[in-house]
């Protein structure tokens, strides 16, 4: 694979895989494309004049000013590969299942796939990928936009008696998240503590534009900074009285991805801790707003 190939090639199928990643040089080819399109730059001070290593390759050395002495750095400085004991294109392989699957891929369906050492080899690898899934150019939304709260969990009913919460609260023991959606465009969630009216304040300046042309909420009462915020470019559908579309009001392109969020967690996952649930809403977050990329597989290598 040339140069020219790694920067214009995304693995569709299998076949595309291993005609793509036939070893491991060709996998640090693509990330080097992947990670400096224009070429090859000191990680730390952006310096394009660097030299590589011919005794290691893919190892550079920066001579500039910026520097105390001489920097040497490698093609993992700084990404989520940094110090890792894992062939690449084992990472390469996690990632392209992980966006393969609509809904997800667990660990252990991957461990078997790959043929990983064990488990925790795939869950570990899994892991910092979707940590590395989370954008960092994020840009407030525009257009019409649906904001909703979901609860993420299992029914208290259903759990082991030493692990019952005891509440009347239908939401006891879950976790709560926000999220806000452009229609036909991007979504953007993250967890919650609670539903307060300065919770959702807060979530709904950081992701939305104050330039927006819509802003679609249900009948909660949270949502009354939102209403004060935005006058009559509010709109509220009121769930309560059966109240899903009113003209182009509604929440049902935020539902959508909460179905998908939850379908995923549940048939794929199983069982997702508070701990490490943000890292989920990274993965899922990451194939929703890349649906229509036909390159998503190197979008995620340049993010990571």
Known sequence: MTKADALISS??????????????????LYLTSRRWPDGVK???????KVYSLPSKPFHWICKSDAHQHVYRFSLYVGTIFENTNY?????????????????GM??????????SGSY?????????LRAGLADPDFRQLMGVVEVDETYIGGKDRNRHWANKARSSSPFAMKVGVVGAISRKGNVVCKIIENASSDTLDQFVAEAVSDK??????????????????FGRRHGMVNHAAHEYVHGTVHTNTIEGFWSLLKRGVV??????????????????VFR???RNNADMFGAAVASC
């Not at 793509?20 to 060709?26: G, I, Q, V, W």
């Not at 000191?42 to 394009?48: L, M, V, Y």
């Not at 062939?87 to 809904?103: A, G, H």
């Not at 667990?106 to 043929?115: D, K, N, P, V």
Request: charged share 20%; glycine share 4%; proline share 5%.
């Open 11 to 28: 693995p569709k199928t299998f076949a595309d895989f291993d005609r793509l990643f036939p070893d491991e040089t060709a996998a640090k």
């Open 42 to 48: 000191c990680p730390k001070c952006g310096n394009a």
């Open 87 to 103: 062939p690449l294109r084992t990472w390469f392989q996690v990632l392209y299942l992980m966006l393969s699957s609509k809904k």
């Open 106 to 115: 667990s660990a252990l369906q991957i461990h078997r796939m790959i043929g």
């Open 120 to 128: 925790r080899t795939a869950w570990y690898i899994a892991h910092r």
């Open 212 to 229: 927006v042309q819509l802003i679609a909420t249900d009948e909660s009462n949270s949502y009354r900074g939102v209403r004060r915020a």
């Open 267 to 284: 048939g794929t996952y199983h069982n997702v801790s508070r701990k490490y649930l943000p890292l989920y809403l990274n993965e899922f």
């Open 288 to 290: 929703y707003n890349n």
